[in-house]
Antibody
Framework: QVQLQESGPGLVKPSETLSLTCTVS????????WSWIRQPPGKGLEWIGY???????DYNPSLKSRITISVDTSKNQFSLKLSSVTAADTAIYYC?????????????WGQGTLVTVSS | DIVMTQSPLSLPVTPGEPASISCRSS???????????LDWYLQKPGKSPQLLMY???KRASGVPDRFSGSGSGTDFTLKISRVEAEDVGTYYC?????????FGQGTKVEIK
């Protein structure tokens, strides 16, 4: 059974860069798409972007100028960097694995990690 | 971006009774291959979202058959034939056809 685990600082200062890593266990990172999704406390879901194991990416245009998603196949991990954060970036951040096929759904999710932006 | 609109936003339900959630998209989610790229997710209280349905009507692995999805183009429905206590949570539809993936606002299902 594939498992995903987010890790990274729970508190980030305004204007700094948020950095999170998703570690995949129980399966290989190869041959799949991997996404980041966030959820502000008490609010709905926002898709941030995805990466294929080869390194190709697609980002939400609303965040594109501030996002970098990367993959490390040797460590079975992928990562998110979000620069110039503000309080509006406070959210639970989830990593997820897509299923297979064309435009596949998000079949496996991590437990999520709360990141608070505050000085 | 494709805008997803769900209704109702809150749905009190009685165990054993049916329930229905609507999801509408601002553009058709029907692709030329005949598939509708519409997924449904359930987020139980305090938990991560989990995949319920994909391509509008296909149940994900392990999803009980009391859940069904229907619709095409811009109008979709998730139905629960007989609600159980474990079905409480927030249901989200999400389009996967084009552009950034976008979610509906969510429908909170709770027991009366």
């Amino acid at each position: 059974q594939v498992q995903l685990q987010e890790s990274g600082p729970g508190l980030v200062k305004p204007s700094e860069t948020l950095s999170l890593t998703c570690t995949v266990s129980g399966g290989s990172i190869t041959n799949y798409y991997w996404s980041w999704i966030r959820q502000p406390p008490g609010k709905g879901l926002e898709w941030i972007g995805y990466i294929y194991y080869t390194g190709s990416t697609d980002y939400n245009p609303s965040l594109k100028s501030r996002i970098t998603i990367s993959v490390d196949t040797s460590k079975n991990q992928f990562s998110l960097k979000l620069s110039s954060v503000t309080a509006a970036d406070t959210a639970i951040y989830y990593c997820a694995r897509h299923m297979t096929g064309r435009n596949p759904p998000l079949g496996y999710w991590g437990q999520g990690t709360l990141v608070t932006v505050s000085s | 971006d494709i805008v997803m609109t769900q209704s109702p936003l809150s749905l009190p339900v009685t165990p054993g009774e049916p329930a229905s959630i609507s999801c509408r998209s601002s553009q058709s989610l029907l692709y030329t291959n005949g598939d509708n790229y519409l997924d449904w997710y359930l987020q139980k209280p305090g938990k991560s979202p989990q995949l319920l349905m994909y391509l509008g009507f296909k149940r994900a692995s392990g999803v009980p058959d009391r859940f069904s999805g229907s619709g095409s183009g811009t109008d979709f429905t998730l139905k629960i034939s007989r609600v159980e206590a474990e079905d409480v949570g927030t249901y989200y539809c999400m389009q996967a056809l084009q552009g950034p993936r976008t979610f509906g606002q969510g429908t909170k299902v709770e027991i009366k």
